[in-house]
């Protein structure tokens, strides 16, 4: 069974960005309502005994499970969303490593966030913009719903939700400044690069 993880901050610690409101529904109750639906589905199952990377495997794109897929795979989505996030300003400091490797996939740090960016305010409706390791480079992928990486044999370093849950009550419709938020004064680098390989 499944205990929902505590956020990694304090609920207000990035209350100029992203209020205490949000936090608390979207932590509270959608992430919470994802890990307790995940519970009831997969008691007395097979997949009782499992990790949620194992049970997003063994259940993706099979109909049968598409109940217990996007509970484990939101659970799991949003666990990493939260340790993407950090209010300390060493968290945000970008490492050597981590900047050789943006340059080397995307030609420079400037490239890459224009491609999150268009990335992210082109997904259309509810999903996910990761960044992810592959076999050599880094990439930006975007996928909808409840789906992620884990299923396309790609690593996640770090992801931001954009299903309006995450954002509409500090920005409206307005998904451009909620990405230049967590870009700018959000993401916690150190946790990309401790997903390095």
Do not use: C
């Amino acid at each position: 069974m499944f205990t929902l993880k505590s956020l990694p901050f304090n609920i207000d610690a990035l209350v100029h960005y992203m209020s205490e409101q949000t936090l608390s529904l979207h932590h509270g109750k959608h992430h919470q309502a994802y890990n307790d639906n995940l519970n009831k589905l997969i008691e007395n199952t097979e997949f009782i005994s499992l990790s949620l990377e194992e049970i997003i495997i063994k259940t993706y794109n099979k109909s049968e499970y598409e109940k217990i897929f996007n509970n484990a795979a939101q659970t799991y989505n949003h666990n990493i969303f939260w340790q993407s996030l950090s209010p300390n300003s060493e968290d945000r400091e970008m490492s050597s490593r981590l900047l050789e490797k943006i340059n080397l996939s995307f030609g420079s740090l400037d490239n890459f966030y224009i491609a999150f960016k268009e990335a992210s305010t082109s997904q259309f409706g509810s999903g996910w913009i990761w960044l992810v390791q592959g076999e050599k480079e880094l990439e930006i992928i975007k996928t909808s719903n409840a789906n992620n990486p884990l299923p396309l044999n790609l690593k996640p370093i770090i992801v931001l939700d954009v299903w309006e849950h995450s954002y509409y009550l500090d920005y409206q419709n307005r998904r451009a400044d909620f990405i230049d938020a967590y870009l700018k004064e959000m993401v916690n680098w150190k946790f990309a690069d401790s997903n390095l390989d």
